[in-house]
């Protein structure tokens, strides 16, 4: 393995051991689910912050439930440095995912106040409430409210318990009347730096630890329902019916095959209901969700206005009723070029070779990036899996990563740095 140090340092067992403790905290036992305002979500928001003020940090829970460590700088009126990700994670997650950018984080400012340490500038580390948008058919809920770019109708978008987003979030203990209170004023953010595995088999099939994200495709997610004939699987002859799960199937086909065809494109059907779900009832109504993405904006919107156009046709074909709900669009991202020049001279000076590549995953960063620069450190995870509770990364790859983003921050203290 390339550029592990010879030591390591106590940072990154202690970082492991926390990504190890907070991967427990999870709705689900035996696997780990925590979807936003939920008990877990409070119960990792409580264990976070107390990591958080044992690092010298204030903390807060803003109105839509983001957690924030704010680590005094010598300047506090200096525009912030903000490191975070998401406290949330996909059903049967790994432990990595968003956890990682938020611990990495703490444990950087940790080292930062353990040495009476101090930046001309204040540093905050963010653990965004809602990344993944699997509780509810949105995303980016906690950095779009913090960028003030959060369109407030998402506050009545319901769960599949019929949960809206508001409601929850009352429940939860915050304010969705509030929301202009969460976004950061314009001008307070320097940068925004998000360390996270690279959820992809790139930088382990080039021996690399790390890697400089340079950009991170852009995404569509749409909701599509088509309703059918109910009806008994042994008296309907085949040319009689009107089958939603079959229309469905070749729904799913043709995304696959539409999306093979172009090589910077990636489509996935990765959510089937279908009603009424008996072994011997023909399915009336199948709902299936479509998640599209390319580094080309212009790519994506073609297959996505193709995809809706066929998907019609195809209902039509089969006597379906259908609908196409478009839940969310977000262009692609490029990171800011002077961070990821930042980030390679701190790779290099810790010896780790430099590496670029873009990011298939969306990230918060894609967010972050409407009110200040972003950049993204990826870290090695075994086989690329995530997504997963295989999910793995190594403790000296979480190391190097501690010691590169250490050397980040210091680097954008020197008065030259202007990214
Ligand atoms: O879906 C994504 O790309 C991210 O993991 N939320
Ligand atoms: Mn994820
Ligand atoms: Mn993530």
């Known amino acids: 393995m390339t550029g592990s140090p010879p030591d390591i340092s106590s940072d990154a067992r202690t970082l492991m051991a926390r990504l190890d403790e907070l991967g427990r905290v999870s709705t689900d036992p035996g696997r780990l689910n925590r979807q936003p305002y939920t008990a877990a979500h409070r119960q990792a928001i409580e264990l976070v912050a107390g990591w958080m003020q044992a690092a010298g940090m204030a903390t807060r829970v803003d109105a839509i439930g983001n957690l924030i460590g704010r680590y005094e700088g010598e300047d506090p009126a200096a525009p912030v440095v903000l490191i975070g990700s998401h406290l949330d994670t996909v059903v049967d997650a790994g432990r990595y995912d968003g956890a990682l950018g938020v611990l990495a984080g703490v444990q950087v400012v940790a080292a930062l106040h353990d040495g009476g340490e101090r930046l001309p500038f204040p540093v905050e580390v963010v653990a965004f409430c809602d990344e993944e948008g699997v509780r509810f058919p949105t995303t980016f809920l906690g950095s779009k409210a913090i960028c003030g770019t959060l369109d407030p109708g998402v506050l009545e978008l319901p769960d599949g318990a019929g949960v809206t987003v508001g409601a929850a979030?009352?429940?939860?203990?915050?304010?969705?009347?509030?929301?202009?209170?969460?976004?950061?004023?314009?001008?307070?953010?320097?940068?925004?730096?998000?360390?996270?595995?690279?959820?992809?088999?790139?930088?382990?099939?080039?021996?690399?630890?790390?890697?400089?994200?340079?950009?991170?495709?852009?995404?569509?997610?749409?909701?599509?329902?088509?309703?059918?004939?109910?009806?008994?699987?042994g008296t309907v002859p085949m040319g009689h019916r009107r089958d939603a799960l079959a229309g469905a199937a070749e729904i799913a086909l043709l995304v696959e095959r539409r999306c093979s065809a172009a090589p910077d494109l990636v489509g996935t059907v990765g959510r089937l209901e279908v009603l009424p779900g008996a072994v011997n009832v023909i399915p009336g109504r199948a709902m299936l969700t479509l998640d599209i993405r390319s580094p080309s904006d212009l790519v994506r919107g073609q297959a996505v206005a193709e995809l809706v156009q066929a998907i019609h046709g195809i209902a039509a074909a089969r006597g379906l009723g259908c609908t196409v709900a478009r839940e969310h669009d977000q262009p692609a991202n490029v990171c800011a070029p002077r961070l990821q020049r930042v980030l390679a001279q701190a790779m290099r000076a810790e010896g780790v070779p430099v590496k670029y590549l873009p990011s298939g995953a969306g990230h918060d960063a894609m967010a972050m990036a409407a009110i200040c620069p972003t950049a993204m450190l990826f870290v090695r995870c075994g086989g690329g899996i995530s997504h997963n509770p295989l999910e793995s990364m190594t403790l000296p790859?979480?190391?190097?990563?501690?010691?590169?983003?250490?050397?980040?921050?210091?680097?954008?203290?020197?008065?030259?740095?202007k990214p």
């Open 397 to 417: 790859d979480a190391d190097l990563a501690l010691r590169v983003l250490l050397r980040a921050l210091r680097l954008l203290a020197l008065p030259k740095a």
């Open 169 to 233: 979030l009352r429940a939860f203990g915050g304010d969705p009347d509030a929301l202009a209170s969460v976004a950061y004023p314009p001008g307070s953010l320097r940068a925004f730096l998000e360390v996270h595995i690279e959820q992809g088999p790139v930088l382990e099939a080039e021996d690399r630890p790390l890697g400089i994200v340079t950009a991170i495709q852009g995404q569509s997610r749409l909701a599509v329902v088509l309703d059918g004939m109910a009806g008994h699987a």
